[in-house]
């Protein structure tokens, strides 16, 4: 499991300029997509070869008794007691505020882990921005600048080694040990996700149930169907019973995204006898973000009226229109309906995130594109695309190299996408497009 950084402290005092540094937040994401709940709160950085996770709580009002202000902060404490590392920033240029005390209050009642973090530093003395924080009782501030990146990698390397030290039994990675393609299954309580891992194994051969090495909650099940290897990877949102599983009641946004993050495909299940709703549109927001293959399974359509089916097709269709490249399947989990060509979905998903795409032909499709429609002129500057590479795998990114390509737009990196997708017959899986201009 990543280590999990949640970023908290007042508005303002930089929590989103650090969270971007530490994420280096990808805009290569092909363009805005319209209709996108951007959650822009989470996500996955790296320093050296370790991976972590990291939330920006966002503002925090820890007395704020209803409204929005109380479900941020209600979301914020649930960020906080999942995390295995809290970096608490203040602002050295405002100095300490009362507002900061009362949060290192809720810091220091959680029992977490907290780092105090000093931002906006840069040009200042250790000595002088620190001075001012010793007061709150949380030890020596870490002092950095998010704007400038001071310190940032330092602060994070400090936090991984908290983090890790505080679950010495786990080793760090174990999951490219896992067999075949890594399946998270992922939605909000009662779309029935229990219910489909146990038709699924209940229909499958489970290689090994218990597999040495997995840690108390972890869930790891390698299966096999029609001679494909699968395995189910920390499913959040349901446990074991010995050989059945149940649901959750608690949703957990951390182990969503972890579960997210360590897949290659994900299982969004939506649930077709309710509206969809803004949560589901939250967690298809972060599978998209996070750039893993996805299928989405619309499940309970067992016994519905055919006007409630229409209306519910129609409701996906509105609220979920960014999730373009994913195959939609309409199935029952307790039925065992539906479920075959869904997993066939599931291994072409999976293919087409692993594609590999080799410079020659990359290039050929992009000229082709190019041919057909030029990208516009931006004033009298005329962006030239030369060739393109890739340049990484699940998701593919496609690296275009030429000329002023930061004016090319979002409309024609759609297009570019679009044409990308049906040369290569790329369905199921986000496709990054990154552009590197010469100079
Ligand atoms: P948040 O509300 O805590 O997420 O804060 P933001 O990241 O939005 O930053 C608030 C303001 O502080 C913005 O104007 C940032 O540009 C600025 N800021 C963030 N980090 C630094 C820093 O390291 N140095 C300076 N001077 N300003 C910063
Ligand atoms: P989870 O919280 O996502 O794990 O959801 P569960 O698997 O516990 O399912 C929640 C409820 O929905 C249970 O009562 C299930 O029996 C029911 N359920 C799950 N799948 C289906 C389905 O395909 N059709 C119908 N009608 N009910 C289902």
Redesign the pocket.
């Known amino acids: 499991m990543k280590p999990v950084i949640a970023l908290i402290g007042r508005p303002n005092v930089g929590k989103s300029t650090l969270f971007n540094r530490l994420t280096r937040t990808r805009d290569a994401l092909v363009a805005d997509l319209p209709g996108l709940t951007r959650d822009r709160h989470y996500g996955e950085g790296r320093v050296g070869e370790r991976p972590f996770l990291v939330i920006d709580t966002g503002g925090f009002e820890p007395v704020a008794k209803e409204g929005i202000m109380h479900e941020m902060a209600k979301q914020t404490k649930q960020a906080v007691a999942e995390a295995d590392v809290v970096i608490f920033l203040v602002d050295g240029r405002q100095g300490l505020t009362p507002h900061d005390k009362t949060i290192t209050d809720f810091l220091r009642k959680s029992g977490r882990s907290v780092m105090l973090v000093v931002n906006k530093a840069e040009g200042m003395r250790y000595t002088s921005v620190a001075a001012d924080f010793y007061e709150l009782g949380l030890g020596d501030p870490y002092v950095i600048s998010s704007a400038h990146g001071d310190g940032v990698t330092d602060l994070v390397e400090e936090a991984l080694n908290i983090a890790y030290a505080s679950r010495p039994d786990e080793p760090e990675e174990n999951l490219d040990a896992a067999k075949g393609i890594k399946i998270a299954i992922v939605?909000r309580?009662?779309?029935?996700?229990?219910?489909?891992v146990n038709t699924l194994l209940g229909e499958e051969r489970v290689i090994a149930f218990d597999m040495p090495g997995t840690t108390r909650d972890s869930i790891e099940i390698p299966f096999e169907r029609d001679g494909q290897q699968y395995t189910l990877i920390d499913t959040a949102?349901?446990r074991r019973r010995g050989k059945v599983f149940?649901?959750i009641e608690k949703f957990s946004v951390v182990k969503t995204l972890q579960s997210v993050s360590e897949a290659n495909v994900v299982l969004l299940?939506l649930d077709a006898q309710q509206d969809i709703s803004e949560q589901d549109a939250h967690i298809a927001g972060f599978i998209l973000e996070s750039g893993r293959a996805l299928v989405v399974g619309v499940?309970?359509?067992?016994?519905l009226q055919s006007d409630r089916r229409d209306e519910i097709k129609m409701d996906i269709e509105r609220k979920l229109n960014f999730l373009t490249f994913a195959k939609f399947h309409f199935?029952?989990?307790?039925?065992s309906t539906g479920i075959a060509p869904l997993m066939k979905s599931i291994d072409s998903a999976y293919e087409a995130a692993m594609a590999n795409l080799s410079t020659p032909k990359l290039t050929r499709a992009l000229i082709e594109a190019v041919e057909h429609q030029q990208p516009k002129r931006k004033g009298s500057i005329r962006p030239k695309m030369r060739y393109a590479h890739q340049g990484g795998q699940n998701p593919p990114i496609i690296v275009i190299h030429g000329n002023a390509l930061d004016a090319i737009g979002d409309v024609y990196k759609r297009y570019l996408e679009k044409h990308f997708r049906e040369t290569f017959n790329l369905t199921g899986t986000p496709l990054r497009i990154e552009m590197r201009s010469g100079k």
């Open positions: 939605g309580p009662n779309v029935g996700k229990s219910t489909l949102g349901i149940e649901a299940l499940n309970k359509w067992d016994g199935i029952s989990a307790l039925k």
